[in-house]
């Protein structure tokens, strides 16, 4: 399997150099060229797998150059059943009216996150070695929240890599902050950034594609790669658990194999319902891709509003912050495959987005999307709204992300009638945003203190995740805030 640039196909790299590199030369996004078969013997094979087994069957249908033995040996490792609680590593819990929670926040971090980045670091390093690389990895990290923790808790004191996580000072919640800041490792560094998610990422993406600190980091032993969503390691773990939600579903009964069933993801960087929509190229029998958003709702307009990609409006900060985001970089992959792997117009619509800040798709291509996609947004007051009516109707807690994608998604039903079961991508524990989700459900949490745990602990019966309550006691490591424009000065301290 060959991977490409978005922007330049003449740019052909193995799966180890696209996840060594992390970003193309030139900003473009690499791409496998064309997506492998799930063949019915494959899926009925996987039925009788654990998650680690599936994961590492998916994973090697896109990393040829990786043994089997190898993907299976980092599975293992990656899911182990003391990292996520026991062997259910993505559980599916169902309810009412064919809606299947598939609850991604059982690992280390209690976010989705966790599923691709327990797993990055071994496909990381071992990408360095087969690509014969011995100088030190510096990974760049951009995160709204949750990548950030869960990146540092992956790369943690990993041998060959350092790693450097920008967050933006105001825009996380009190749990992810403490999370960050309370980081161990000798190779970590957390940065508060004066400025939004989408300020730290051009920032990072920026240094990635700078010549000049390039060959400077360079001449002191480093080069860069990414554990944002750009870099095709992240991705390709995420795939997998759609696979196994849906294999999940046929075992238990909820449905027969072969049988449809819709997607609905709370989305952000649009990384996640892009695995989804890779998950259905492949032959995952997945009907509507329903892309749900908070008050930042770029993704909202751009599906249902003639394909027009426009980030020129007001930046909210909102209680499901690790969505709000206004430039998704992996559109630009979506955009790359519903064109025909058209790297030039992608090139161009990116030109297009970074200079004005919006860009417009060709008809067709319009019509493309509606094909697998919906769309639909809601407000902190709707998802308040949504949480309270899920935990008193079902005793179903969900955090502030997930809650959005409930909202949108009965407002899909709502408004096509469509009733096809649905697989809800649940990304977040509550406990992460706990002063949100208790005032949904009527109550005052003082956020400043750990004790908010213990407080939606007795209002909600839920236990609190273990490795939320073994933050208490812990003393911040990282306290420097930096103006967005002086991002270069930090990576001194990589040094
Ligand atoms: C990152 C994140 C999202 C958004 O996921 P993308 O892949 O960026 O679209 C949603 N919910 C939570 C809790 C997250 O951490």
């Known amino acids: 399997m060959e991977y490409v640039s978005s922007r330049d196909k003449g740019l052909r790299v193995s799966a180890a150099q696209a996840i060594a590199a992390g970003i193309a030369p030139?900003?473009?996004?690499?791409?496998?060229t064309e997506f492998p078969a799930l063949s019915a013997d494959e899926m009925q094979a996987?039925?009788?797998?654990?998650y680690k087994g599936r994961a590492a069957h998916i994973l090697g249908k896109f990393l040829t150059d990786f043994s089997t033995e190898e993907l299976t040996g980092f599975a293992a490792k990656a899911y182990a059943d003391e990292k996520f609680g026991g062997p259910d590593t993505a559980p599916v819990k169902s309810l009412a009216d064919g809606v299947h929670m598939l609850e991604l926040w059982h690992g280390p971090t209690c976010a989705f996150k966790d599923m691709a980045l327990q797993m990055l670091p071994h496909l990381l390093t071992a990408s360095l070695r087969k690509t014969g690389e011995t100088r030190t990895c510096c990974i760049l990290v951009a995160t709204s929240g949750d990548t950030g923790k869960a990146a540092l808790e992956g790369f943690a004191d990993v041998p060959g890599t350092k790693i450097m996580v920008y967050y933006p000072v105001d825009g996380v919640s009190p749990m992810q902050k403490l999370q960050m800041v309370t980081q161990q490792g000798q190779n970590v560094e957390v940065v508060a950034i004066e400025g939004n998610f989408d300020d730290a990422q051009s920032a990072v993406k920026r240094i990635f594609t700078d010549a000049d600190v390039i060959r400077r980091m360079n001449d002191a032993g480093?080069?860069?790669?990414?554990?944002?969503?750009?870099?095709?390691g992240r991705l390709a773990p995420q795939?997998?658990?759609?696979?196994?939600?849906?294999?999940?579903l046929v075992t238990t009964g909820k449905i027969a194999m072969g049988d449809p069933v819709n997607v609905c993801v709370p989305t952000g960087n649009f990384?996640?319902?892009?695995?989804a929509y890779i998950a259905k190229q492949m032959g995952l029998p997945v009907g509507k891709l329903v892309c749900a958003s908070n008050q930042n709702n770029v993704l909202t307009d751009f599906f249902r509003q003639g394909g027009v990609y426009d980030r020129n409006?007001?930046?909210?900060?909102?209680?499901?912050?690790?969505?709000?985001?206004?430039?998704?970089?992996?559109?630009?992959?979506?955009?790359?495959?519903?064109?025909?792997?058209?790297?030039?117009?992608?090139?161009?619509?990116?030109?297009?987005?970074a200079r004005d800040g919006r860009y417009t798709l060709p008809a067709d291509l319009r019509d493309k999307l509606a094909a697998d996609f919906d769309a639909g947004c809601c407000d902190d007051a709707q998802t308040a709204e949504t949480i309270r009516r899920i935990f008193e109707t079902q005793g179903y807690l969900l955090d502030t992300h997930t809650a959005v994608a409930v909202k949108v998604y009965a407002d899909y039903r709502a408004r096509t009638g469509d009733s096809a079961p649905v697989i809800?991508?649940?990304t977040a524990s509550p406990f992460k945003f706990c002063g949100p989700v208790a005032a949904a459900l009527?109550?005052?949490?003082?956020?400043?203190?750990?004790?908010?745990?213990?407080a939606l602990a007795s209002l909600t019966g839920q236990p609190i995740p273990a490795p939320l309550a073994a933050l208490a006691g812990k003393t911040p490591r990282f306290d420097r805030v930096v103006r967005k424009d002086d991002i270069l000065s930090t990576l001194d301290l990589l040094l």
């Open 26 to 32: 030139g900003g473009g996004l690499f791409c496998p």
């Open 313 to 353: 409006r007001p930046f909210y900060t909102t209680d499901s912050p690790s969505m709000d985001i206004l430039i998704s970089s992996n559109l630009e992959r979506l955009l790359f495959y519903i064109s025909g792997q058209n790297d030039v117009m992608v090139r161009e619509l990116m030109e297009e987005l």
């Open 442 to 454: 009527g109550k005052t949490v003082d956020t400043t203190s750990v004790s908010q745990l213990d």
């Open 222 to 232: 480093c080069i860069f790669s990414s554990a944002n969503s750009i870099n095709w």
């Open 424 to 426: 809800i991508a649940s």
């Open 271 to 275: 990384g996640n319902i892009l695995a």
């Open 46 to 50: 996987l039925l009788g797998m654990d």
């Open 239 to 248: 795939i997998a658990y759609y696979v196994s939600a849906y294999c999940d």
